[in-house]
């Protein structure tokens, strides 16, 4: 269940008010079901305009998964941070816990903080073009393995996104910088992403697109283990900034597709 409390003067592009949301899943547990687990997120975002081409937009997620049984949490209800809905600059697999008794699995996180500060700049109102800059940062951890160290693990990146409101859609261009080392110990110079969907949209389809895209990575894991193949999310973090335009744009289609599904 959620609860949600929303004073913005614009569904589709804000310049004030506030959205407050709290969001719960219970899985399992004695009452039916394979996956076992509890989830928790809290999500505030707000919004202030010096005029109505200007707008400062703040984030910020705070999210936990717990055990209700003796059963681990599935990998796939995990969180995955990186990427155009949480940290710039960042892939879901630059940012994941990993588990070094399978060869360094990622398994994602059971904590996870995302903060983002943006300035909007709206310069073609009535094409819909914005340009923004934007300050994200945030960590996702296994609290068993990583809690006693925090600090270590929060990242944080810069960057510029072009945002337009096409015939299709929300079409968004991102360019993340990383200004830390991730969780690999590696920094790339910069990632080019590409997506759909509003950025500040208080529906549960970002978190949608979030599982789905970990099923798909667990399946990956598994293929892997049998077969020695590389799952799709780290096939494209690795990949080039040219093949990393297109390949994100499918990725982020199939998602929004199973998501609606």
Known sequence: GRILRDTTDSKERPTKGTIARLWAEYGGGGLGGTDNFIKTVADWQGFWSFNPQNTIHVRGRLGGVYQNTNSNVPVFERFWVGGMDTIRGYSFSDLSPRDYKYNGDQIGGDRMGVANFEYIWTFQKELGLALVHFFDTGYNIDSKTMGNDLNKYIVCSTGLELRWRSPMGDLRIAYGIPLVQDYDKERESGRIEFSMGQFFSPSLLPLLRQ????????????????????????????????????????YN?????????
Do not use: D, G, V, W
Not at 253 to 261: D, G, N, R
């Open 211 to 250: 599982r789905n895209s970990a099923r798909r990575r667990h399946s990956f894991l598994c293929i892997r283990r049998a077969a020695f193949f590389m799952p799709m999310p780290t096939l494209i973090s690795r990949q080039k900034a040219n093949f990393a335009i297109f390949a994100p744009l499918a």
């Open 253 to 261: 289609m199939l998602s929004i597709t199973q998501a609606k599904l």
